[in-house]
């Protein structure tokens, strides 16, 4: 839903202000009958009412957040404006905020540089969710897509415990694959998290390597592709003395550099494995 107009805005913050302590019938009479709150119509009441049910925040009433901070952020998450799942990259200081962010800022009483602040900080928990999400859906389907496609155990070791520094292990008696699953929903812009542990892992460990998986919306593989080892060692962070030691970080990675298939894989396909998996592991692209 877009970002709502101005006035509902500032009735949203003052239904929250009230709601707390007391019923939304009460709250509806005194602003449809005191003075001090005609600026706004009896209809943008009870669009804001609306929009607060719909948002969820009448059900987050004792988080202690201001009330205009609240509603701020609830109009950037729900707005699916395109620039806010990208605002990492797009908005890197508050003269780079877009226009519906500015209003509704401006709405709320709030600065440029208070609205930069909360759209970051709301942009950082959702991606966590996100990345959280769309990482377990990833390695399911890899799972998945192993388990009919190879002659090998597989093993989703990253469901029992995250201190493997790899999510999948694929062997037999004479091949083995560790695979740490990185999954996105979108083709040409990969960025993820590499935790120090799976980067020392990658570097001990020759059968390590990093898949991207690629879903579609509705969370199904439609990619895979590999990391090439020597473009991770070239981007993460260099700890620079013995003080200071990164324990994560985060890559963007250009579309070009995955290679697509599991090559670590192939010796152990199924010759009864369907084409389009085969296809899909080797190198080729599913529909």
Not at 29 to 49: K, V
Not at 72 to 96: K, Y
Not at 201 to 215: G, N
Request: charged share 25%.
């Amino acid at each position: 839903m877009p970002v709502p107009p101005n006035p509902v805005l500032r009735a949203a913050v003052r239904w929250l202000d009230r709601l707390s302590a007391s019923g939304a019938s009460r709250i509806r009479a005194l602003f449809l009958n005191h003075p001090d709150f005609s600026d706004i119509t009896p209809t943008q009441y009870d669009a804001a009412y609306e929009w607060l049910e719909e948002t969820g925040l009448i059900t987050d009433l004792s988080s202690g957040k201001p009330a205009s901070h609240m509603v701020f952020d609830a109009a950037m998450v729900s707005s699916g404006a395109f620039w806010f799942q990208d605002a990492d990259s797009l908005v890197r200081e508050a003269d780079e905020l877009p226009e519906d962010a500015l209003r509704a800022a401006e709405a709320l009483g709030l600065t440029a540089e208070e609205a930069y602040a909360q759209v970051h900080a709301t942009w950082g928990k959702v991606d966590t969710e996100e990345r959280t999400r769309i990482g377990a859906a990833g390695e399911l389907a890899l799972v998945e897509l192993l388990e009919v496609s190879v002659n090998a155990r597989v093993e989703h070791v990253a469901a029992w415990s995250d201190g493997y520094g790899y999510d999948i292990v694929v062997h037999t008696g004479q091949r083995s694959a560790h695979l740490e699953v990185k999954s996105t929903l979108r083709r040409h812009r990969l960025a993820f998290h590499l935790s120090r542990n799976e980067y020392e892992t990658m570097l001990r460990d020759q059968a390590w390597e990093l898949v991207t998986v690629c879903l579609s919306p509705n969370l199904k593989l439609k990619t895979v592709a590999v990391m090439p080892k020597e473009w991770i060692v070239a981007h993460v962070p260099a700890d620079r003395s013995s003080r200071g030691h990164w324990e994560s970080c985060r890559l963007e990675v250009p579309s070009e550099v995955p290679v697509p298939g599991i090559p670590s894989v192939v010796p152990m396909l199924r010759e009864a494995a369907p084409q389009l998996l085969k296809e899909v592991l080797i190198g080729g692209y599913a529909p």
